[in-house]
């Protein structure tokens, strides 16, 4: 037998820093490994002993592309512990700043990100001189979703006007309706950019795996829900920790999340849309049509597309909920110190995102667990690569190795949140 | 593409990250001073600013050379050959300038100026700038200062 490494030093549009390892015999994937080789970030215990209204502005700096998830997430979890509710215009607002993230962050891996991937380009410089005007559409639909988490955050990065209980300062309706104009025109960009995606070729590569999201009896998912699954899986998120377990492997620095007794699973946009295409809005849903998807999709490459679909759906919902703001008549709600278990999950861009903190009498911080997509979904990665063995094998190498990376990014992974590399080795032996 | 404003302060970093936060640094003691400021862990921004027709100042760690704490004002060329500013997410600030001058041109491209502030490797989890870096906030914010300034565009935001 015969053995090739082919080493790739940078595999650009993911965020993270780590190796994926391919070892490739004959038509199969024999071993794959993402390895995260990241320092551990220690945000959890960072948390002990900070008072629990600190949360949202800690656990924000985790991400520099979805801070708004980890201050949701937050927030929702330290309220479950107070025992408070936050609904009204509080609710929509938080939901309409989701909104925002949603947009920015898809449409800056749809377009800049991932659609080269298909197009065979090696970058978004070559896809911009290609496509320039698709290019220039979807950073104006970006720039719609970076002015709504402008507008409620405070600032488009890490942003600093969320608190647990509400915000502490809450926009007129003035304020909220001048982002109409943009967002209309950048629903109607979202779409056309859907229909120019749809028209990519998507590998044939579907897999029966367990998808789980939340889900919602009036919405399509984001802030609340139930967690649910392809595979019958219908849980308060309290149990989260009842059926969902975190392990360490030998080859990562971050844990890997499996379901109880069956095994690895994947959150993110794909579950979302297969457990919520009902919840989507009549728009969201007929661009769906328009793009060939429906819910029994089983083929992560076509989350490119559901993204697409999201991003129509995030601006239809910022519409609505604008269309009907009336401004609170307090940025929050009061907040009362108890000891307690709180416990949250909302729906990052990613994936599901799960926060839970025991708090003590004075509201400190005692015990902090965080649950990100990415983590969630290591596994599941992996099991693509090995399950993509004969695809791989059919290719030539050059071929293979970029279609191993495309596999990756579908998943539009955040390995750190922060971070910086993924270097790809990929070896081939050869039967001789 | 909209009019020309006035300029915008982009300090770019990770300040969860050490010393990769010193332009958001230099960017915040500036927006006390009172200039447009913008921050980000994502250089797609300047794109969006680029297309407004907005002079940017940008201000990123970079690596070498020099020794930590230097500063140092860049040219897009400089950035393959000698000194490369840290990006913690897809977006480059070098693929956001090519991105530019593709998208909206050599005069929008042009628009840019950059000011980076040499640090080492930066660490993930440190949440400090370290000493030498740190010394560096305030020099490196009057330069930014200083190539803001117009001209005859108030500064407005």
Known sequence: MTTRTIQVDLLARVEGEGALSLVLEGDRVVDAKLRIFEPPRLFEALLLGRACTETPDITARICGICPVAYEMSACHAVEDALGVRVEGALRDLRRLLYCGEWIESHVLHMVLLHAPDFLGFPDALTLARHHPERVKAGLRVKKAGNAIVRLLGGREIHPVNVKVGGFYRVPGQAEIAALLPDLRSAREEAEETLSWLATFDFPAFDRDRELVALRHPAEYPMNEGRLGSTHGLDIDVREFGAHIVEEQVAHSTALHARIVGRGSYLCGPLARYVLNADRLSARAQAAAARAGLDPSCRNPFRMLLVRGVEVVYALDEAIRIIDSYAPPAQACVPLAMRAGTGQAATEAPRGTLYHRYVLDDGGVIRQAQITPPTSQNQRGMEEDLVAMGGMLASLPLEEARARAEHAIRNYDPCISCSTHFLTLAFEQRERS | ?157
């Open chain 2, 1 to 157: 593409m909209n009019g020309p404003r006035g300029a915008v302060v982009l300090g770019i970093g990770q300040p969860m990250a050490g010393d990769d936060g010193v332009g958001i640094m230099v960017a915040r003691r500036l927006a006390v001073r009172g200039l447009a400021v913008r921050e980000s862990t994502d250089a797609s921004v300047l794109l969006s600013l680029l297309e407004e027709g907005r002079k940017v100042v940008l201000v990123d760690a970079v690596l070498g050379p020099g020794k930590a704490g230097d500063v140092i004002r860049l040219r897009r060329e400089s950035l393959t050959s000698e000194v490369t500013p840290l990006s913690s997410h897809g977006v480059t600030v070098l693929q956001a300038l090519d991105l530019a001058r593709t998208l909206f041109g050599e005069a929008a491209a042009g628009a840019v100026e950059i000011v980076g502030v040499v640090i080492e490797r930066p660490e993930a989890s440190a949440g400090e700038l370290s000493p030498a870096v740190a010394a560096a906030v305030g020099p490196a914010a009057t330069l930014v200062a200083s190539l803001a300034a117009p001209s005859d565009q108030p500064v407005t935001e």
